[in-house]
């Protein structure tokens, strides 16, 4: 018998940027009596952040990302995780999988697709990644978080929804975020953070700025987030210059660093951007130059271009083009008011919530159950009796015509016999691809599928 409360897998591992909007998701599923299994890599940035999540399975996966041409390392971690997904989810019959984007994101989308569950994706930047405009051919529903990356994604209809964050994201007291993180209740505070992964850049460029910026603007402090590699350096450089800073190299509680700012130094990933968006923060947005298809820099544009951030090219930044637009935030008081009622366009509150009513929907077969489901978030984190049958029904039905067999499926396998004669070539580098055909199977219809032109489906677009 299946379970009583739908089971969702959530793919959000790799960086910040996927893991802290999929436990956006995770957390509005689970409102609505979902049980969760976050599907996330061994990467210290995804070990830290899961521990936040409460009530919720952790499964770590074996894949890395495909770089500087490690492809028999990526197949393995890929083969590898998808074999963990396929076993986890006959363990517990799957009722969705939801991909966030990033490497981790196909095992779990492909090996839910053999065991006949719905798919779905999320995808937060103006560009999309490589990963999900693979997976867009593949899942059974798309969601965005800018409008321009709609156009981009090979799927029949995409809802622009914005970029989830989670419920502990809103604006805060600053002084008393100030006072729990060591800081001067009273004074302004310049965060300087990369990213989950930190950013020496942008670490460099404002140890370049201190001692400017001590005279300039003396009662100035700092939350300094290095990423793992720059800590004690940067922490020497405060020392030197006689600062108040509290440095760390990642921080979990990231509703106390944007409570506490009173500007932010950043790189422009679209989980970073949805935060500030969130929580008003005014930004000096840094992109990152080596970004897959340069997706910070128009994420920083679109920002820029509204008026809800400044943008500061990495090859055109300067100490003193640095301590300009930090004099002007931090010292502008309308500067700051302007900036933060751009940032009010951006943002999307309603997003975790309409894509977890979008998930329901699917799962429990019509959009009558994904309103019930939409009134019961407030309340006891259990399915009404009526949805459970529904659910029950629903899920039944996917298991039977998984167990036939899908038709459409069966006739172009036909055309897949080369595929897996080229799988038989590769058993020696990676044993298991022989005989994981179902996973195969998969891959190459995706591959054949037609390019669906891309119909813009507009929930709470962004801005507005």
């Given amino acids: 018998m299946p379970s009583v409360n739908p089971f969702v897998a959530i793919?959000?591992?790799?960086?910040?940027?996927?893991?802290?909007?999929?436990?956006?998701?995770?957390?509005a599923l689970q409102r609505r009596g979902c049980a969760i299994a976050l599907m996330v890599s061994p990467k210290e940035v995804d070990q830290e952040g899961v521990k936040a999540a409460t009530d919720m399975e952790v499964v770590t996966l074996p894949a890395i990302a495909l770089q500087g041409g490690n492809w028999l390392g990526f197949i393995r971690g890929s083969w590898s995780s998808?074999?963990?997904?396929?076993?986890?989810?006959?363990?517990?019959?799957?009722?969705?999988?939801?991909?966030?984007?990033?490497?981790?994101?196909?095992?779990?989308?492909?090996?839910?697709?053999?065991?006949g569950s719905p798919t779905f994706l999320h995808e937060s930047n103006s560009i999309p990644g490589r990963a999900n405009?693979?997976?867009?051919?593949?899942?059974?529903?798309?969601?965005?978080?800018?409008?321009?990356?709609?156009?981009?994604?090979?799927?029949?209809?995409?809802?622009?929804?914005?970029?989830?964050?989670?419920?502990?994201?809103?604006?805060?007291?600053?002084?008393?975020?100030?006072?729990?993180?060591?800081?001067?209740?009273?004074?302004?505070?310049?965060?300087?953070?990369?990213?989950?992964?930190?950013?020496?850049?942008?670490?460099?460029?404002?140890?370049?700025?201190?001692?400017?910026?001590?005279?300039?603007?003396?009662?100035?402090?700092?939350?300094?987030?290095?990423?793992?590699?720059?800590?004690?350096?940067?922490?020497?450089?405060?020392?030197?210059?006689?600062r108040r800073a509290v440095v760390f190299p990642f921080l979990t509680e990231m509703e106390l660093a944007l409570g506490a700012a009173t500007v932010a130094l950043s790189r422009s990933g679209a989980s970073s951007l949805a935060e500030f968006a969130a929580m008003q923060v005014p930004s000096i947005l840094v992109p990152f130059p080596s970004s897959a298809d340069d997706h910070q820099f128009y994420n920083a544009r679109a920002y820029a271009e509204t008026g809800a951030a400044r943008q500061l090219d990495q090859h055109a930044a300067t100490p003193d083009k640095l301590i300009s637009l930090i004099l002007e935030l931090v010292e502008s008081t309308k500067a700051q008011a302007d900036m933060k009622a751009a940032l009010q366009r951006w943002h999307s509150p309603e997003a975790a919530d309409q894509m977890a009513a979008a998930i329901l929907n699917r799962i429990n077969g019509g959009p009558r159950a994904a309103l019930a489901q939409n009134e019961q978030a407030g309340g006891p984190s259990q399915l009404s009796p009526a949805n459970q049958a529904r659910s029950r029904r629903s899920r039944e039905a996917r298991a039977s015509k998984s167990e036939i067999g899908n038709p459409r499926l069966e006739m172009e396998q036909s055309l897949l016999a080369g595929l897996f004669g080229v799988a038989q070539t590769l058993q020696s580098a990676v044993s298991p691809i022989a005989n994981r055909r179902g996973f195969l199977r998969v891959v190459a219809i995706a591959t054949l599928q037609g390019k669906h032109p891309a119909k813009q489906e507009t929930g709470q677009a962004a801005p507005r």
């Fill in 11 to 27: 793919a959000c591992g790799g960086t910040g940027g996927h893991l802290f909007p999929g436990l956006a998701v995770a957390q």
């Fill in 82 to 115: 998808f074999g963990i997904c396929s076993r986890r989810f006959k363990q517990r019959r799957l009722d969705a999988v939801v991909a966030m984007g990033g490497f981790t994101s196909a095992p779990p989308v492909l090996a839910g697709k053999c065991a």
């Fill in 133 to 242: 405009r693979w997976l867009a051919r593949l899942v059974d529903e798309a969601f965005v978080g800018f409008p321009t990356a709609a156009p981009r994604l090979r799927h029949r209809s995409i809802k622009v929804v914005g970029t989830p964050v989670r419920p502990q994201i809103q604006p805060l007291e600053p002084s008393a975020c100030r006072m729990a993180l060591g800081l001067d209740p009273a004074r302004p505070v310049l965060l300087v953070m990369g990213g989950s992964q930190g950013a020496s850049r942008l670490n460099e460029l404002l140890k370049q700025s201190l001692a400017e910026l001590a005279a300039r603007v003396p009662a100035l402090q700092f939350l300094h987030l290095t990423g793992p590699n720059d800590r004690e350096a940067v922490a020497a450089a405060y020392a030197e210059h006689k």
